[in-house]
């Protein structure tokens, strides 16, 4: 066979989107009035065409992936990384055929197959047992093979006793298990995995973790799409790049990721959430993120011990009470450094309808030189609304904050302490504690 | 536990992998490109999706008769219902002609594949915008959604169809021999349903305009179907083929003439009625496969 052992080859891949520019302004009454009447046709017209963009007229043309070539040899995993918008979701969408692309081709050999949600088709009315058959049709398992799966998924999600109770009545972990014990008993030649490990708790995304690697193991090729690098360093040893939509790097893993840390500028201090950074459910959004220092500057930047503030702008139609925010913050290397929530403190917010921002003012920490990157978690009575991961957040300097003329290292660990030192020759041993 | 009170993702100790020896070579091979202009529509893909069809279709059933409290009595309820109206309305104020059927067994046997029909047409038009997220996140032959929305209005077809059988046993009207072409109309009706439903659901994800059309298209349709009153009120033999035109009226003649065997000679009406409804069904599946390259971006 001439084709060797490529599993994938991605050839001057792009992906073009259309999004809303301005508004064209009506300039005279009439002017408005035959677009009124022209626009439907014109409408109608565009749509028989096939040209669904140019019917709603939109005009502002946005690559999400331009130019992108690699290949993939069986058996090989491959590790793809880079911020929100990077393009990460929409190489995926492509590979797992769920949206064409506008340039190039893709040469797939082998049976592919994609997970990019956990549970993935479910239905709450419908039982677990029900659920497993039908989410793995949409997987695109055979009734034979899920016959035969079937108890070692039940085992592996561990929902014995709930198997003919109505997925509603399953509380979130236990229908994540069962979504994800579904699918990791797939066994397509090429697996396509995106950000599932976000969810869920740290024993579920460790069970999960440990079935990529038994896949990976294998000899399987596998693409996987993450924000932790610390579990991309671990599955993959390549990974690529993506920044701006374009193939940026593409090597060893751990060069790989040094290169993300390093190189990639952080963009702005506002970051506006589109369509692909949010979870599905849809009943309010977190709209955008402000990043500014305590004087309400603008900033991304911040040295060692400044005061961050985090504005959250958040979107409902329907009155949301009791709202609470979480926010998580996490090293480059993934590592969760600390989470604030409204809900741990206590604090009650207003009812939200429309739109609204809450501020979050972070006090001084002495988080060490690095950048930092977000998760943002809204939500109302318990639940989760949204949930925004990943996000490129701020970024700490090496300052000389001690004024010592010596710089903070990462291998000194993740935060900074102050202690007060002191010196005795000779300091008594004293039985009693000391007098307040 | 939810997010919000997540205390931190766990570093999991996972033995890097090094690169596996070289599996098996696959047979599958798959070349993703930009499409142009019309696309096959790409059955055999579909026929190898038939589980999920099945499984689809079994999900649309299901679901609803665990979410409604009269569960399948509705299939029954709405034509009975409709029978009803019309008999008192039409029937005996209006005392429209009904073929020497009595009236209320001449509507109700073209309520029953009516039903069927709109149904289908209603819940495959809407088909693709209620699975937008399975649109987002998984792939499949796209066309298995509207389909299997049209196949899970034949079991409420079968109910409403059981209660039309006991009427003709009261009325005293037995079957004729003509009652195994059923399935040839039951199918013209499929057919119509998802030619119309492929269009219509392929337009909906684009303007959701779409949605509010239809109950006005279905009210419109009813009427220019021969349901409440006879085609043979149309007495140029000419004029009531291109009346077939309308392929729900070959549909209704049709189970008039199988079932009640009704005197009205309906051979051109339903070939004309065919020959619509097959070109709505290639068109709109043409149309359909040529839009889909859009639902996941524009869902």
């Not at chain 1, 329907?318 to 989470?339: C, H, K, Y």
């Not at chain 1, 318990?382 to 010596?406: H, P, Q």
């Given at each position: 066979m001439i084709m060797g052992d490529i599993a994938i080859r991605i050839e001057n891949l792009g992906k073009m989107y259309r999004v809303g520019g301005p508004q064209e302004r009506y300039h005279t009454l009439r002017d408005s009035l035959t677009d009124i009447v022209s626009a439907p046709f014109k409408r109608a017209q565009s749509l028989l065409r096939g040209q669904v963009y140019g019917a709603a007229g939109l005009h502002e043309e946005i690559w999400a992936l331009k130019d992108v070539f690699f290949e993939v040899k069986q058996g090989e995993v491959v590790g793809i990384i880079g911020r929100n918008g990077a393009g990460k979701s929409t190489l995926l969408k492509i590979l797992s055929r769920i949206t064409e692309p506008t340039t190039g081709s893709v040469d797939i050999y082998g049976r592919v197959g994609a997970l990019l949600e956990v549970g993935t088709g479910f239905h709450p009315e419908l039982t677990g047992r029900e659920n497993i058959f039908l989410s793995g049709a949409i997987l695109g398992m055979s009734r034979e093979e899920i016959d035969r799966k079937f108890d070692e998924i039940v085992d592996f999600a561990g929902v014995e006793r709930f198997i003919d109770t109505p997925v509603k009545h399953y509380s979130s972990g236990m229908g994540l298990r069962l979504g994800f014990a579904v699918a990791a008993h797939l066994e397509p030649e090429i697996l396509i995995v995106d950000e599932v490990l976000a969810v869920g708790d740290a024993a579920f995304q460790k069970k999960c973790l440990g079935k990529m690697d038994e896949v990976a193991g294998e000899g399987r090729t596998v693409l996987f799409v993450s924000h932790n690098m610390a579990a991309v360093s671990n599955l993959c040893s390549r990974s690529v790049l993506l920044s701006a939509g374009h193939l940026i790097f593409d090597g060893d893993s751990e060069v790989t990721i040094d290169h993300y840390l390093n190189g990639e500028q952080i963009a702005s201090a506002l970051t506006i959430f589109d369509e692909s950074d949010h979870n599905d459910q849809r009943e309010a959004l977190i709209t955008h993120l402000q990043i500014r220092d305590t004087h309400r500057v603008e900033k991304l930047t911040f040295s060692i011990g400044e005061p961050i503030r985090l504005e959250?702008?958040?979107?409902?139609?329907?009155?949301?009470?009791?709202?609470?925010?979480?926010?998580?913050?996490?090293?480059?290397?993934?590592?969760?450094?600390?989470?604030?929530?409204?809900?741990?403190?206590?604090?009650?917010?207003?009812?939200?309808?429309?739109?609204?921002?809450?501020?979050?003012?972070?006090?001084?920490?002495?988080?060490?030189?690095?950048?930092?990157?977000?998760?943002?978690?809204?939500?109302?009575?318990?639940?989760?609304?949204?949930?925004?991961?990943?996000?490129?957040?701020?970024?700490?300097?090496?300052?000389?904050?001690?004024?010592?003329?010596?710089?903070?290292?990462?291998?000194?660990?993740v935060i900074y302490v102050t202690p007060t030192w002191s010196f005795h020759q000779n300091l008594e041993i004293v039985d009693e504690p000391a007098q307040h | 536990m939810s997010v919000i009170d997540e205390t931190g993702l766990e570093n999991t100790k996972a033995t890097k992998i090094e690169q596996a020896a070289t599996g098996p070579i696959s047979q599958y091979h798959l070349r993703i490109e930009p499409s142009k202009g019309w696309v096959s529509l790409k059955l055999r893909e579909l026929w190898e999706y038939r589980e999920l069809l099945y499984f689809l279709t079994w999900r649309d059933i299901k679901v609803r008769y665990k979410q409604t409290v009269l569960g399948a009595t509705w299939a029954i309820i709405q034509p009975l219902m409709t029978m009803v109206v019309f008999s008192l309305f039409f029937g005996n104020l209006a005392k429209i002609p009904s073929d020497g059927i009595p009236y209320p067994i001449f509507s109700y046997a073209a309520l029953v594949p009516w039903t069927f029909f709109a149904y289908g047409l209603q819940q495959s038009s809407n088909s693709l915008v209620m699975s937008a997220n399975l649109l987002k996140k998984i792939y499949f032959p796209r066309l298995v959604i509207p389909i299997s929305s049209v196949l899970s209005g034949v079991v409420d077809f079968m109910l409403a169809f059981l209660i039309l059988l006991i009427m003709m046993l009261a009325y005293g009207i037995a079957p004729t021999i003509n009652i195994l072409f059923l399935p040839l109309f039951l199918l013209l009706a499929f057919t119509t349903s998802l030619g119309v439903g492929m269009w219509l659901s392929a337009m909906n994800v684009q303007f959701r305009d779409v949605k509010y059309t239809i109950p006005f298209i279905t009210q419109f349709w009813m009427f220019a179907t021969p349901i409440a009153y006879p085609s043979s009120l149309i007495e140029n033999a000419l004029l009531r083929t291109i009346y077939g035109i309308n392929p729900m009226t070959g549909v209704i003649e049709g189970f008039r003439w199988a079932l009640l065997k009704t005197d009205t000679a309906p051979r051109s009406i339903i070939i004309v009625s065919s020959l619509t409804a097959v070109l709505l069904l290639i068109s709109g599946a043409f149309y359909f496969r040529r839009m889909e390259k859009t639902f996941a971006d524009v869902v």
């Open positions: 959250i702008g958040i979107y409902s139609d329907n009155a949301i009470s009791d709202p609470q925010l979480g926010i998580g913050v996490d090293n480059a290397l993934g590592q969760r450094i600390f989470t604030v929530s409204t809900r741990i403190q206590d604090i009650s917010l207003p009812s939200i309808q429309g739109s609204a921002t809450i501020v979050c003012e972070l006090p001084v920490m002495m988080l060490a030189p690095g950048r930092y990157m977000l998760k943002l978690a809204f939500g109302a009575h318990l639940e989760d609304l949204d949930v925004i991961t990943g996000i490129a957040g701020f970024e700490v300097l090496a300052t000389d904050y001690f004024g010592s003329g010596r710089l903070f290292d990462a291998r000194q660990g | -």
